[in-house]
């Protein structure tokens, strides 16, 4: 699960190729959905008989990264919800922790208590989009103690 430089989890997934076709058609910014606004009727049946676009498509899926802008916010759903800025791909498990302000060494463990995946790194998708950013909580946390220590006072 490490890559070349000793990372865990920085392996980037292996999208099929209609996948990789679709995500070619997503500009920096866009989503699936902007896809599906900007195509007419009969590119977006074309492109769905190719199985490059599904056939539903949600607003929150496939958003390809502007590089050097916040990004959106990350959810347990992930696995296939940002994409790389300027790779045709989603982004790896360390990629979204780094978002998410989870150092390189944190090692991600266990699986899901409610409903197990065929693929482990959904598991690791799922635990840092449903956590609460390790920097949020460590400021949380002083602030909490500020207000803690005026209350004693």
């Not at 500009?27 to 959905?33: A, F, H, T, V």
């Not at 899926?61 to 790779?87: A, F, G, Y």
Request: net charge positive.
């Amino acid at each position: 699960v490490n890559d070349q430089k000793g990372l865990t989890y920085h392996i980037p997934p292996n999208h099929r190729k209609n996948t990789l076709e679709r995500f070619k058609l997503i500009n920096p910014g866009e989503g699936l959905k902007d896809l599906f606004m900007k195509l007419s009727k009969e590119q977006i049946i074309e492109l769905q008989k190719r199985k490059i676009l599904p056939k539903r498509w949600y607003i929150q899926r496939n958003r390809r990264l502007v590089k050097d802008k916040p990004s959106p916010t990350v959810t347990s759903h992930c696995i296939d919800e940002l994409l790389h800025p300027e790779q045709h791909r989603s982004l790896t498990v360390r990629e979204v922790a780094r978002l998410q302000s989870f150092p390189d060494a944190y090692d991600f463990k266990g699986g899901p208590i409610i409903c197990p995946h065929i693929y482990e790194t959904q598991d690791k998708y799922e635990q840092i989009g449903d956590a609460v950013p390790p920097l949020l909580a460590y400021y949380w946390g002083l602030t909490i103690k500020k207000l803690w220590r005026k209350i004693k006072e």
